[in-house]
T-cell receptor
């Protein structure tokens, strides 16, 4: 069955630390890849997406993600986190049609 | 600009009672509409999607149903709630003809006792 795995459920970092959130999926065909974020008290919103082309994609607020097809991975990175990055992050994979499969989410807490 | 509304924000219902959750979208026409459920510690699970009025596709067989009586209105219902129906229900929309970015509502927290 198709699935999305996020490696860490909770991450705690200090401000200015680097961030990498892992995401792996199980599907052998063409995929569209997303990272969504939910800040406290706000709606779930798109952070970045990959459909084709350059496997390194940049999103809002200095986030980027790299698609590695051979590893079925789409890890999210940020060189230096801020307190305002405290949120829950969801990796999502679209395998065709309308079905998007979400990971369980990673709660990031950044200490000021 | 487009906005999406869900209500109620929270709901506590007894087992066996009916359910009706409503989602409306403003500022766009003929959107694709989606219902998701998020159980504690799990990702979002797609329950239903709709590409037009009266067109509903179910992804997960269960005691829930969905309806789209108007272009920008999406309703999630149940005749008899189960304990396992507890969770966080999210409505989302995307542009017609596109399975690109989805835009999510604020969600409804449902507790079945």
């Amino acid at each position: 069955a198709q699935s999305v795995s996020q490696h860490n459920h909770h991450v705690i970092l200090s401000e200015a630390a680097s961030l990498e959130l892992g995401c792996n999926y199980s599907y052998g065909g063409t995929v569209n890849l997303f990272w969504y974020v939910q800040y406290p008290g706000q709606h779930l919103q798109l952070l970045l997406k990959y459909f084709s082309g350059d496997p390194l994609v940049k999103g809002i607020k200095g986030f980027e993600a790299e698609f590695i097809k051979s590893k079925f991975s789409f890890n999210l990175r940020k060189p230096s986190v801020q307190w305002s990055d405290t949120a829950e992050y969801f990796c999502a994979v679209q395998t065709g049609g309308f079905k998007t499969i979400f990971g369980a989410g990673t709660r990031l807490f950044v200490k000021a | 600009s487009q906005t999406i509304h869900q209500w109620p924000a929270t709901l506590v219902q007894p087992v066996g009672s009916p359910l009706s959750l409503e989602c409306t979208v403003e500022g766009t026409s003929n959107p694709n509409l989606y219902w998701y459920r998020q159980a504690a510690g799990r990702g979002l699970q797609l329950l239903f999607y709709s590409v037009g009025i009266g067109q509903i596709s179910s992804e997960v067989p269960q005691n829930l149903s969905a309806s789209r009586p108007q272009d920008r209105q999406f309703i999630l219902s149940s005749k008899k709630l189960l304990l396992s129906d507890s969770g966080f229900y999210l409505c989302a929309w995307s542009l017609q003809g596109s399975t690109d970015t989805q835009y999510f509502g604020p969600g409804t927290r449902l507790t079945v006792l």
